[in-house]
């Protein structure tokens, strides 16, 4: 079992930053991602990180937001910069036992969502 919690949404303008934390508890071996959804939207991939550094992100993301993760601390990280209306969103953390796909099925475990809301 993985428990996770995320933390650090907020509200910032267009343009701004945050960072968003995930710490995980449990078994922590795992593969794992960030996830978001809109109102109205189905949640969609953003970034993933397997636990030895590989990394991959949505295309609507690249260059923007970049994943990182601290194994000793069991920490998930995503740095957002040059934030848009368009990523306003609840974000998930997610973990994997296996893989970095950007498929939602693929993640057995989510945290209860940190809400991102970016203003213009």
């Known amino acids: 079992q993985v428990q996770l919690v995320e933390s650090g949404g907020g509200l910032v303008q267009a343009g701004g930053s945050l960072r968003l934390s995930c710490v995980a508890s449990?078994?922590?071996?795992?593969?794992m991602g960030w996830f978001r959804q809109a109102p109205g939207k189905e949640r969609e991939f953003v970034a993933a990180m397997r636990f030895f550094g590989t990394s991959t992100y949505a295309d609507s993301v690249k260059g923007r937001f970049t994943i990182s993760r601290d194994n000793a601390k069991n920490m998930l990280f995503l740095q957002m910069n040059s934030l848009n209306t368009e990523d306003t969103a609840v974000y998930y953390c997610a973990a994997s036992p296996r893989t970095i796909s950007p498929s939602r099925p693929e993640y057995n475990y989510w945290g209860q969502g940190t809400q991102v809301t970016v203003s213009s």
């Open positions: 449990g078994r922590t071996l795992y593969d």
